[in-house]
């Protein structure tokens, strides 16, 4: 009998007042919304589920169903609350008054 072959990835998380790196081990094949659910990180982060499966490895942003290699970084990400230019050219605005 085979055993499966596992390999370690890292699932990574910042929410708005701290942040979580997990790393597990999984089979090989394992996607990335299995792998996201086998960290357990939505136990810490509940407010996950809402972000709409915006995810990536190593900042490229990636399908949910996309097998993961070992040593792949999977990167949960949120939603900017105001574009980083728009809040540059607010604060420019605030100390030209």
Same mark, same amino acid.
């Given at each position: 009998?085979? /055993?499966?072959?596992? +390999? %370690?990835?890292?699932?990574?998380?910042?929410?708005?007042?701290?942040?979580? +790196?997990?790393? +597990? !081990?999984?089979?090989?094949?394992? !996607?990335?919304?299995?792998?996201?659910?086998? %960290?357990?990180?939505?136990?810490?982060?509940?407010?996950?589920?809402?972000?709409?499966?915006?995810?990536? =490895?190593?900042?490229?942003? =990636?399908? #949910?169903? !996309? %097998? #993961?290699?070992?040593?792949? @970084?999977?990167? =949960?990400?949120? %939603?900017?609350?105001?574009?980083?230019?728009?809040?540059?050219? /607010? @604060?420019?605005? /605030?100390?030209?008054?």
């Amino acid at each position: 009998m085979v /055993k499966p072959q596992k +390999i %370690s990835v890292e699932v990574a998380y910042a929410g708005n007042h701290k942040q979580a +790196i997990i790393p +597990i !081990t999984i089979e090989r094949g394992t !996607t990335v919304l299995q792998a996201i659910e086998q %960290s357990q990180i939505l136990l810490f982060f509940p407010e996950i589920i809402a972000l709409e499966g915006h995810v990536g =490895i190593f900042g490229k942003l =990636i399908p #949910l169903e !996309t %097998s #993961l290699k070992e040593g792949d @970084r999977i990167e =949960i990400y949120r %939603s900017l609350k105001q574009d980083p230019k728009e809040a540059r050219r /607010k @604060r420019s605005q /605030k100390r030209q008054k």
